[in-house]
């Protein structure tokens, strides 16, 4: 890719770990996805990098993203951290590094950790930098250390069921991209009847749906699936069109916070 824009269809790796890491990812190369998602947290860089290998495409036609993990937030742990995910996934520079989560309790100065997410930048090991669980406040924080420009993406849990509202518009209202993780809050859009009489409606099925609506928002979206049949109609969901009362009506199924998944107690930030 040789632009700083994110596909909008991406292949998530959370909990997908060995063989079945390495078959999701190889399986999604061959049906055309070239975003692929990762996290040194998740184990399965290398898994990763196995497939982008035996795939056979080139990594100039890929969008690869990686997280640094809590533990290597420091100013002298970031660089070394991420030329390992280097090493496992096989690649020489990334495309986009993330703060996975913001250092728990402070302990390290985010203005620390995004000087050497910087410098990781200047050195050409990765190509866009980013934050991810970022509230309000610390994308402010972040937005004063280093700009808006240094922020490729906020990564943050946004599914029908928690919209995320506060966090959208101020990304929003700083030319703040975002990127939506489990966009299918983990299944539960698949039985949801308000979203399966839309899925009806347009021929499609839940999942597509839910998609779709993120889609429509601008979001870039990083569903994860060990199924074929999954994976590809997951990535059909670009070409749907929902119309306005669709998205009122999804919209209308926010929970609010309630609905959170991603939420540990050591690392969750005070949510906005």
């Known amino acids: 890719m040789t632009t700083t824009h994110i596909p909008a269809i991406g292949l998530g790796t959370f909990r997908l770990q060995g063989q079945v890491a390495t078959d999701a990812v190889r399986t999604g190369l061959e049906l055309g ?6 996290a040194q947290i998740y ?3 290398a898994d990763v990098g196995a497939a982008i290998a035996a795939s056979g495409v080139p990594h100039a036609e890929l969008f690869v993203t990686t997280k640094i993990w809590t533990e290597h937030l420091a100013g002298d742990k970031l660089i070394p951290s991420l030329k390992d995910s280097l090493h496992k996934l096989g690649l020489e520079r990334l495309d986009l590094t993330l703060i996975h989560w ?5 302990a390290v100065p985010l203005a620390e950790t995004l000087a050497a997410l910087a410098e990781a930048k200047r050195q050409g090991l990765t190509r866009l930098t ?11 924080e972040a937005i004063a250390a280093v700009g808006t420009g240094e922020i490729a993406t906020n990564q943050v849990e946004i599914h029908p069921y928690l919209q995320n509202r506060a966090v959208i518009d101020h990304a929003r209202s700083q030319g703040i991209h975002l990127t939506a993780y489990m966009p299918l809050a983990y299944g539960k859009v698949m039985t949801d009847p308000v979203i399966g009489r839309i899925a009806a409606t347009h021929g499609v099925n839940p999942a597509q749906v839910a998609l779709a609506w993120s889609l429509a928002q601008g979001f ?6 060990t199924r074929r049949a999954n994976l590809e109609s997951n990535l059909q969901a670009s070409r749907i069109v929902l119309s306005a009362d669709d998205m009122a009506a999804i919209a209308a199924l926010d929970q609010g916070p309630a609905a959170r998944i991603a939420n540990p107690d050591a690392l969750a930030p005070r949510w906005d």
């Open 33 to 38: 996805y070239r975003h692929i998602d990762t």
């Open 43 to 45: 184990g399965n860089e």
């Open 102 to 106: 913001p250092s728990p309790g402070g």
């Open 130 to 140: 980013g934050v991810s669980n970022f509230t309000v406040a610390l994308l402010d």
């Open 220 to 225: 870039a979206v990083i569903p994860s699936s």
